[in-house]
């Protein structure tokens, strides 16, 4: 049933001196924008290649493809592997990481207070596109208490992994918001990559794992180096 006239009036004096938003819907990468989870992701990577008998694994060779999709970043790492051995890799990765997943990770600095005050815009709407799988962000979103955040999520075990555009395809279908309604928020150019293909904005993060001229390289709109900053830019004066 409709609110009543007295409380619509309640609601509009709550929102109208919010600033304007620039996009009707900004898009997030998880791990290296929104999540502090490097180091674990590296050191689990680096233990499934010693536990698959791949040798040591470098840990800028790690780093560099965070953001892919499991399968995709282990045939970048391991490009003489066989489809087994890459099996076996993922499967060793994911009982890594659940084994070591007893201390949650944290939010970076900010991200917390910042989303808040995006979902305080009544017509802000806040996505996830992550290469972790549906069951691993589920996780995250169930240790942190943040599933209901975000009003769609797309993890690269049921779509196609980045930088491969079809995650936010999909996103901006579901949601029903144009390509340049949308901005993507990410640390990689994988995530910037995705954006470019579409005609979408972008801002790029600095503090994740690649680095700016490789960001630069995506003109993305903008870089920043804390998360308060992305805020401050998010929104304009009415």
Not at 8 to 34: C, H, N, S
């Amino acid at each position: 049933s409709p609110l009543p006239e007295s409380w619509e009036l309640v609601m509009t004096d709550l929102t109208a001196g919010l600033p304007q938003p620039r996009y009707r819907l900004v898009i997030f990468d998880w791990d290296g924008t929104l999540m502090d989870s490097e180091a674990r992701i590296v050191d689990c990577l680096q233990a499934a290649s010693l536990a698959t008998g791949m040798g040591e694994l470098p840990a800028h060779a790690a780093r560099d493809i965070i953001g892919l999709g499991l399968p995709e970043a282990m045939e970048r790492l391991f490009p003489g592997a066989t489809a087994e051995q890459c099996e076996a890799l993922v499967a060793a990765y994911k009982a890594h990481f659940v084994a070591v997943d007893t201390t949650p990770l944290d939010f970076f600095p900010g991200v917390e207070a910042g989303i808040q005050r995006l979902r305080r815009h009544p017509e802000q709407l806040l996505a996830v596109a992550t290469g972790k799988s549906r069951r691993g962000l589920d996780r995250m979103f169930t240790a942190h208490d943040c599933g209901d955040w975000f009003h769609a999520s797309r993890t690269a075990d049921l779509t196609l992994s980045k930088p491969h555009p079809r995650m936010l395809e999909e996103l901006l279908a579901e949601l029903n918001v144009e390509a340049h309604e949308a901005l993507m928020v990410g640390d990689t150019e994988y995530d910037l990559e995705m954006a470019r293909a579409l005609g979408m904005h972008s801002v790029g993060v600095d503090y994740g794992v690649h680095s700016v001229p490789r960001l630069e390289a995506c003109a993305p709109q903008r870089i920043v180096s804390h998360f308060d900053e992305l805020m401050d830019w998010l929104y304009v004066a009415r």
